[in-house]
Each structure stands twice: as structure tokens, then as C-alpha cells.
């Protein structure tokens, strides 16, 4: 998971207060608004998933509400609770879906994940903290395929150790390769 700048977009704001948005879903359903909000977090997130680190593109992503909108309409139009998240059968989007986020849950804007979680050289992510285990599990990052793009890029790194600005070569789970590197 990493930490996602939280940073109100002036453009936002300034067509909540023309619009009078009250509700994301019908206020919000602008194309272009969409768009630059898409583009403005694919920046901050540095083309990676909020919650699982993989490379997404603009094609590739949804835009997520961390508390589900239509579970907390206070939350619906506010820019802290919007990252970007993977979309596609084994994603971040499908594993998390309309659950109710916790409070107890490791945030990616209000936390630093970097601090509560840890890889494992066969790919597996862990942490000493109750909290993040708990996230690990709601967000589904221990999943199979995740455990094993981690245990390869792992490999990979441990092969380019000698290689400066490693992390020019990857555009994904920029904590592990800190970690690795």
C-alpha cells in the first residue's frame, strides 16, 4: 500500500461549490471532472494501485472511494476519501468492492503504510501491527498472484543490485523495491 498525497484539487472544489454537489454519483458524473481527477492521482499515486502497489494506467484503474459512497454520503464528495485502485478479475476494486472500511484499517492517506508493512523474500507481505494485518486480510494482499509478482520482482531485484535509480526500471510496489534495494 502506499501513502497517497491528500491534496485538494482546486478544480474540484471550485465545481463542487459551483454545482452544489451533494452527491457524488449525480453531481459528480462529469466526464472531463473524471478525467482530471483520474490524471491528477495517477501523478500522486505515481502509476500504482492505493492499496496493492501494481501498475495501473488510466485504462487500468477505477477511481475508489475508501469509505464506500453510498455507506457514507458525508464522505461521497470529498477528495481525502478518492485514490486510485487496479480494476480486473483479481483486483483491489473487486476484493474491496461497496465493504465498509474500518476505522482500525491502515489508510493510504491518513497513514504511512510504508511503516506498518514488511516483505518477505518469497513475496509474502507481513507486519507486527494488529491493524494492518487486519488490512492485509480486507484488501486480500496476501492473494496468490500478488505474492508471486512480489517474489519475482524480488528476484529481479536481487539480479540488478549493481543498476543506479533501480526504480526508473519499475513503475510498481515501490515499498518492496525500498525494502529490497
Aim: proline share 2%.
Amino acid at each position: 500500500m502506499i501513502n497517497v498525497e491528500n491534496s485538494k484539487l482546486e478544480y474540484f472544489e471550485k465545481f463542487k461549490k459551483k454545482n452544489k454537489v451533494k452527491r457524488y454519483s449525480e453531481d459528480c458524473n462529469d466526464f472531463d471532472l473524471r478525467e482530471a481527477i483520474r490524471d491528477d492521482l495517477i501523478k500522486k499515486q505515481r502509476g500504482q494501485c492505493a492499496y496493492c502497489e501494481s501498475k495501473i494506467t488510466k485504462e487500468t484503474c477505477t477511481i475508489e472511494h475508501i469509505h464506500p459512497r453510498d455507506k457514507n454520503n458525508k464522505l461521497e464528495c470529498e477528495y481525502s476519501n478518492i485514490v486510485l485502485s487496479c480494476k480486473n478479475n483479481d483486483s483491489c476494486d473487486k476484493f474491496k468492492g461497496q465493504q465498509v472500511w474500518l476505522e482500525n484499517y491502515i489508510h493510504p492517506i491518513l497513514h504511512n503504510p510504508e511503516e506498518y508493512f514488511t516483505f518477505l523474500p518469497n513475496g509474502e507481505i507481513i507486519s507486527e501491527n494488529q491493524n494492518a494485518l487486519d488490512t492485509i486480510t480486507y484488501l486480500h494482499l496476501d492473494n496468490d498472484k500478488l505474492t508471486r509478482r512480489r517474489k519475482d520482482l524480488i528476484f529481479s531485484l536481487a539480479s540488478m543490485k549493481d543498476v543506479e535509480n533501480i526504480s526508473l526500471y519499475f513503475n510498481e510496489h515501490e515499498n518492496l523495491i525500498k525494502q529490497y534495494t
